[in-house]
């Protein structure tokens, strides 16, 4: 009996560090936004499985520096945190408030990849106006869950760590929307394969 107890213990620690093992190679570097945010770095796993088109955008803009000191515009407690506004939303550069939200980038819009993929705590997702092709390069990150959001946003990737920097974002005025004054901004967006 002992016998049998000791082999199924082996079989399941076994079981658990092959689970373990895998989860740590997981992680894909390329695939993989680090935010540098005032509260600390959030690393965000973009899924090219489910929208490829908008994380090879995402990525660009990335490595062209576009979301550098580009704010928060839109944060609802209990929601979500929106940014990426990169033609009126940099801080550092021509800021304009009454603006931020309407723009892109110079790179075209990206017809929708909407997927099975729920909107959860710690998901990522682009935004967009009415017309579902219309995201370009701003992007959210939900607070909590959101099934409502599922199958209608295209979902980008998930926090896979820093949730806590994420939850410190400047909240904005529910009555308006979400619209934040003086808002926090990404301080610095890098792709982790880049950092080395």
Request: charged letters at 10%; hydrophobic letters at 50%; a neutral charge.
């Given at each position: 009996m002992?016998?049998?107890?000791?082999?199924?213990?082996?079989?399941?620690?076994?079981?658990?560090?092959?689970?373990?093992?895998?989860?740590?190679?997981?992680a894909d570097p390329e695939n993989t936004v680090v935010l540098t945010l005032k509260d600390g770095d959030v690393a965000i796993e973009l899924r090219p499985d489910l929208a490829p088109k908008h994380v090879e955008q995402i990525k660009r803009l990335v490595r062209d520096g576009a979301y550098n000191g580009v704010a928060f515009h839109r944060v609802i407690p209990g929601f979500m945190a929106q940014t990426g506004d990169v033609k009126f939303g940099n801080m550092d550069k021509g800021f304009n408030a009454s603006s931020v939200g309407t723009g892109g980038s110079d790179y075209a819009n990206i017809p929708a990849e909407f997927s099975q993929e729920p909107f959860v705590r710690g998901?990522?997702?682009?935004?967009?106006?009415?017309?579902?092709?219309?995201?370009?390069?701003?992007?959210?990150?939900?607070?909590?869950?959101?099934?409502?959001?599922?199958?209608?946003?295209?979902?980008?990737?998930?926090?896979?760590?820093?949730?806590?920097a994420v939850d410190k974002i400047k909240k904005g005025d529910e009555a308006d929307n979400g619209s934040v004054e003086n808002p926090d901004k990404i301080i610095k967006a890098a792709i982790e394969a880049d950092k080395k």
């Open positions: 002992s016998f049998i107890r000791s082999a199924l213990a082996a079989a399941a620690f076994l079981a658990l560090s092959l689970g373990t093992s895998h989860i740590a190679s997981a998901t990522v997702g682009m935004a967009r106006s009415q017309d579902p092709n219309s995201a370009n390069s701003q992007f959210f990150i939900m607070f909590a869950d959101g099934a409502f959001l599922n199958g209608q946003y295209t979902v980008v990737g998930k926090v896979a760590s820093g949730m806590e």
